[in-house]
């Protein structure tokens, strides 16, 4: 009986690592969100960390403001939208058959 409590605790402290090292490169991830065509793109890494905007000239009109603001506001959804898929798919594999209430 002491042996498998041994056993399972490495292998806790093992998903515990491997769960620690897939969140730290969910940093390095780049996920996109655009709207309105791909005039307006916005870059986030995993980590929820917005990294970059992109904005068409095109779409800027001095007299729309409101509708580049509504455009910007729609891309970073759309890209925190795929993070969160993201690291759902990415941190879901450890907790894969495991019903522990509270996690992902």
Same mark, same amino acid.
């Given at each position: 009986?002491?042996?498998?409590?041994?056993?399972?605790?490495?292998?806790?402290? #093992?998903?515990?690592?491997?769960?620690?090292?897939?969140?730290?490169? &969910?940093? @390095?991830? %780049?996920?996109?969100? /655009?709207?309105?065509?791909?005039?307006?793109?916005?870059?986030?890494?995993?980590?929820?960390?917005?990294?970059?905007?992109?904005? #068409?000239?095109?779409?800027?009109?001095?007299?729309?403001?409101?509708? &580049?603001? @509504?455009? %910007?506001?729609?891309? /970073?959804?759309?890209?925190?939208?795929?993070?969160?898929?993201?690291?759902?798919?990415?941190?879901?594999?450890?907790?894969?058959?495991?019903?522990?209430?509270?996690?992902?």
């Amino acid at each position: 009986m002491k042996g498998n409590m041994n056993n399972m605790m490495k292998q806790m402290q #093992k998903m515990q690592r491997d769960m620690a090292k897939a969140q730290e490169e &969910l940093k @390095d991830k %780049v996920i996109e969100g /655009t709207a309105g065509g791909g005039m307006v793109t916005v870059k986030a890494n995993g980590h929820k960390e917005i990294i970059d905007i992109i904005i #068409k000239e095109e779409v800027v009109d001095p007299d729309d403001i409101d509708m &580049l603001q @509504d455009l %910007v506001l729609a891309a /970073t959804n759309d890209a925190l939208k795929k993070v969160d898929e993201l690291v759902s798919q990415d941190m879901g594999k450890f907790t894969k058959g495991l019903n522990i209430p509270g996690m992902f």
